[in-house]
């Protein structure tokens, strides 16, 4: 959730700055406030600099020093104020900590250190474990004080601690995200790749269980936190490029990312390897697929149930934060697909391991590299949609859905050519644009609107409405048409905006009787689909490709209508209050 970043013998003697730079690429994971501590230089003292507030456009005026370790919180425990953000320090001041995760026993262990006279001034979680170390620093060196101290820790957690005496820094990892860049002369510490691309594409993601050691000299060790034996440090190169985390002169990365489906969703839908034929055949010989995600890929699981049985296969979608009542199910012929774009979901990865224990084999459907679902899966289709930066999931979302596509076109043919052609044109049409914006200021002031849809458009309508939540803070709902008779419809007042996404299906005609009644009742309708009605008061065409394929458009309107809303109703589309991009703790 929080982001970290961290660099180790920067090479212009600038390492505030160069974290700040760092931190405000990884502003998506937590933006309640930020800071830095810095090891100056011919000085023993560390600096800090932290402040409420996001990092987008703060500057610091710490000195010069090669070391230096920073922080953006997504606040947990303790509100957010200027004594909770991270770092934190103990009590001599020559220890700082920052930390993503939370310490589920923090209350016991900080009654013990209170009665050690240790003195804390923030209400976090975080604190302890730097008066933790300091307790264990009278008997241990550094590195085994911060590693003896990161074992009492219970629940998900990463931290890095900088030692101001000698310029060491250690980080640990159990459940949390922690990736090394490794430069010609110079070490970074990252939640997230992204933040350090623009120095080297050369790293080496940590896996649980892991501790590195790294001394002022640029000397790096990687050890196992349990045994406390030292294992071989193996970096991997990252093939993203740096410019692919960045604006590119749009107003905000969500907008970028939308635009940017005109090439991911044809690159998913044609995505063929040997991968997907290997998946392919464990359905074909009886493995049972079973979907599991959060959010929006909860929502691309239930898409996929549709795609599985239009295809003739028997499959299941749980919520992630649902499935263990249904662990029980999965055996060793279940084919659970981990859902998820950063691969760190913990929700997820905690799915997946009952399901392993159970003997299922695992594909990781994921965006993000080098992340602990890659490392568990049997299987991992990648779905290339290159850095997501938005907390609001875009084209992560509807790539996942593609390789849906591709995989459930294994088993039975379909073909996206005419989609391939005509999305892309569709997206960059103007007149598509100014239609949802046209529509967006008729809905600036409106505090609930209702979705309906129907067989794979209602899973279209559930990501829909979650665009518009995220992004606008509107109160949006959505329904199977089917639902509106058995209470739904008491909702409806005059005036009443409601959504109808349609597709030339079976149920074309269904969900049109759907938004009459819900017309006669008052209801504004707003008809999304490729053919308009006499029964919709304001109607969003889009190109007919065939039923499963209108799911990219009628979920693209809502990621163009949510960015839109969002922008005039004052938020911030890329940093929506509350949320956090990489959800790692439970």
């Not at 993601?205 to 349990?226: C, G, Q, R, T």
């Not at 991992?380 to 509807?398: D, H, Q, R, Y």
């Not at 914006?437 to 008729?442: F, I, R």
């Not at 005036?495 to 299906?505: E, F, K, R, S, V």
Request: glycine share 8%.
């Amino acid at each position: 959730m929080c982001g970290i970043f961290g660099v180790i013998n920067d090479q212009t003697n600038e390492a505030a700055q160069t974290v700040l730079s760092g931190l405000k690429k990884l502003e998506y994971r937590g933006y309640d406030s930020w800071g830095i501590a810095l090891k100056a230089t011919d000085s023993n003292d560390i600096k800090i600099d932290k402040h409420i507030g996001k990092i987008g456009s703060a500057a610091t005026s710490l000195p010069r020093g090669s070391i230096a370790i920073g922080h953006t919180r997504w606040a947990t425990h303790g509100g957010v104020t200027d004594a909770n953000a991270h770092p934190h320090l103990d009590c001599s001041h020559h220890i700082a900590v920052i930390h993503n995760g939370i310490v589920e026993n923090y209350q016991e262990l900080q009654s013990k250190l209170k009665t050690q006279k240790h003195v804390f001034v923030s209400e976090t979680d975080t604190e302890i474990i730097a008066h933790l170390i300091e307790e264990e620093s009278k008997t241990k060196p550094f590195f085994k004080a911060t590693l003896h101290t990161f074992k009492k820790l219970v629940g998900s957690n990463a931290i890095a601690v900088l030692n101001g005496k000698t310029g060491e820094v250690v980080v640990c990892r159990n459940g949390s995200p922690l990736v090394i860049g490794v430069a010609k002369n110079a070490i970074y510490i990252a939640s997230d790749a992204t933040a350090f691309l623009d120095k080297t594409n050369t790293a080496y993601f940590m896996e649980d269980d892991e501790v590195i050691d790294i001394k002022k000299n640029d000397d790096v060790s990687l050890y196992s936190i349990s045994t406390e034996k030292e294992k071989k440090l193996v970096v991997r190169k990252i093939d993203w490029k740096a410019e692919a985390a960045e604006k590119a002169g749009y107003a905000h990365f969500m907008l970028k990312e939308v635009n940017e489906q005109a090439k991911t969703i044809p690159n998913a839908l044609t995505h063929k390897d040997k991968t997907i034929a290997q998946v392919a055949q464990r359905i074909k010989v009886g493995y049972k697929p079973i979907l599991i995600g959060c959010g929006s890929a909860s929502y691309c699981g239930l898409a996929a149930q549709y795609l599985f049985a239009q295809a003739g296969v028997e499959a299941i979608n749980f919520g992630a934060y649902e499935f263990e009542p249904f662990s029980p199910l999965v055996s060793e012929k279940s084919l659970v697909f981990a859902i998820s774009q950063s691969g760190e979901t913990a929700d997820t990865i905690l799915a997946v391991k009952q399901a392993k224990k159970n003997g299922a084999k695992i594909v990781a459907i994921i965006n993000a590299q080098g992340s602990t679902l890659e490392r568990l899966a049997d299987y991992c289709l990648p779905v290339g949609a290159g850095p997501e930066i938005a907390v609001v999931s875009t084209k992560a979302f509807t790539a996942q859905l593609g390789i849906f596509f591709a995989l459930t076109g294994e088993l039975s043919k379909i073909n996206p050519a005419p989609f391939i052609h005509d999305f892309p044109l569709w997206l960059k049409n103007k007149k598509t644009s100014e239609t949802i914006l046209n529509l967006a200021k008729q809905l600036l002031k409106t505090e609930h609107i209702y979705l309906i849809g129907k067989h794979i458009n209602y899973p279209s309508a559930l990501e829909f409405a979650l665009k518009l939540k995220e992004t606008s803070y509107m109160h949006a709902e959505s329904f199977a048409s089917g639902e509106l008779k058995h209470g739904v419809i008491s909702l409806i007042q005059p005036g009443t905006p409601c959504i109808a996404l349609t597709a030339h299906d079976a149920v074309q005609k269904e969900v049109i009787s759907s938004a009459i009644e819900l017309k006669s009742r008052g209801a504004y309708i707003i008809g999304v689909g490729p053919e308009n009605n006499k029964a919709f008061d304001c109607f969003i065409e889009t190109p007919d490709n065939g039923a499963s394929f209108s799911i990219f458009y009628n979920v693209a309107v809502g990621q163009l209508l949510g960015y839109y809303l969002g922008i005039g109703r004052g938020a911030d589309p890329d940093k929506p209050r509350n949320l956090a991009k990489s959800v790692t703790v439970k």
